[in-house]
């Protein structure tokens, strides 16, 4: 910068002792040297915005990693509230499903529901008693229908183990008195062909 301010004044105050051509000469080098000054400075901006700023690129990288933290933060609850959500729906469809496999024959006997209790609690860790599941079955009956679709809708995030835990938790209960009623046989199939298991695999559970 300041040798372009050099250069042009020289041209200008000894444009009386040079000739027309020198004076010329050192004006328009100054000028292209001064524009050559701005140019470049345009580019360093440019180029790096903060340099005339120091330390605000350390501030801009602390709140990007300050807004990574957050956003990993916020999924990882996420997740947590996704993975319990599942659970939660999961062990109501399961024991639902027991209450209906009880009931298909019109009648839940006590052996039914002691064994709904414990494969519920050997499944979930949570400890249900006699009572609570005989208060529980009187909705899940009146509501058969809805707990029908509730399970269509979610067998498509179950795998196939998932599904397979739910044929053997029926075949449990419906045959908790040794011999498999015809209609727990039914009810057994329908969850069947809602789950997408082949026949012939819970029929071979079934007689094994």
């Given at each position: 910068m300041l040798l372009a301010i050099a250069v042009a004044v020289?041209?200008?105050?000894?444009?009386?002792?040079?000739?027309?051509?020198?004076?010329?000469?050192?004006?328009?080098?100054?000028?292209?040297?001064?524009?050559?000054?701005?140019?470049?400075?345009?580019?360093s901006k440019n180029h790096n915005p903060n340099a005339d700023h120091p330390g605000r690129g350390d501030v801009n990288s602390q709140k990007a990693e300050e807004s990574e933290g957050i956003v990993k933060a916020d999924y990882e609850a996420c997740l947590i509230a996704s993975q319990q959500e599942w659970e939660a729906r999961f062990h109501q469809?399961?024991?639902?499903?027991m209450?209906?496999?009880?009931?298909?024959?019109?009648?839940?006997?006590?052996?039914?529901?002691?064994?709904i209790c414990e494969i519920f609690q050997q499944i979930t860790n949570d400890e249900w008693l006699v009572d609570e599941v005989i208060r529980r079955s009187q909705l899940v009956i009146e509501s058969r229908d809805e707990v029908i679709a509730e399970l269509s809708l979610f067998s498509s995030k179950l795998t196939e183990d998932a599904k397979m835990l739910y044929i053997r938790a029926i075949i449990a209960i419906a045959t908790a008195n040794e011999n498999m009623p015809d209609k727990e046989l039914g009810f057994l199939a329908e969850i069947g062909a809602i789950l997408e298991i082949d026949e012939s695999r819970w029929k071979n559970l079934v007689a094994g």
């Open positions: 020289y041209g200008l105050f000894t444009r009386n002792t040079l000739d027309s051509n020198s004076t010329t000469f050192y004006i328009i080098g100054g000028f292209i040297a001064f524009i050559g000054w701005v140019v470049s400075r345009i580019r469809c399961l024991m639902n499903v209450i209906l496999t009880a009931a298909a024959d019109g009648n839940i006997e006590t052996s039914e529901l002691e064994s």
